[in-house]
């Protein structure tokens, strides 16, 4: 599997980007992708995901009602709607792709098999 994101850039606060994180040599729908960040100096940090099966889920409340995570099967593509951005957004944004689990999903890094080589968001006005 491979992933290709894209989409990053410079927007001042209160604007948006939408993200794209392409899987090839495989499936969007048979694999569990999801968004991370990592800002300058800091841990990479799980956004939100989108399960096999559609499900998505966003852990951080500094995200929700700000990001929409979605899919496109056609396109074999997994999106990152992001609106209203803040400067705290600044970071490199990787999606990682993994077979989905039993039950449930992953959301530590060390569980993803397959990155994107990422791509820079920052915010500043």
């Known amino acids: 599997v491979q992933l290709q994101a894209s989409g990053g850039g410079l927007v001042q606060p209160g604007g948006s980007l939408r993200l794209a994180c392409e899987v090839s040599?495989?499936?969007?729908?048979?694999?569990?992708i999801a968004w991370f960040r990592q800002a300058l100096g800091k841990e990479r940090k799980f956004v939100t995901i989108?399960?096999?099966?559609?499900?998505?889920?966003y852990l951080q409340d500094s995200v929700k009602d700000r990001f929409t995570i979605s899919r496109d099967n056609a396109k074999n593509t997994v999106y990152l709607q992001m609106d209203n951005l803040r400067p705290e957004d600044t970071a490199v944004y990787f999606c990682a792709a993994t077979p989905p689990p039993s039950r449930g999903y992953y959301y530590r890094s060390s569980d993803y098999n397959w990155w994107g080589q990422g791509t820079q968001v920052t915010v500043s006005s």
């Open positions: 040599e495989g499936t969007v729908s048979s694999y569990d």
């Open positions: 989108m399960t096999w099966n559609g499900y998505h889920a």
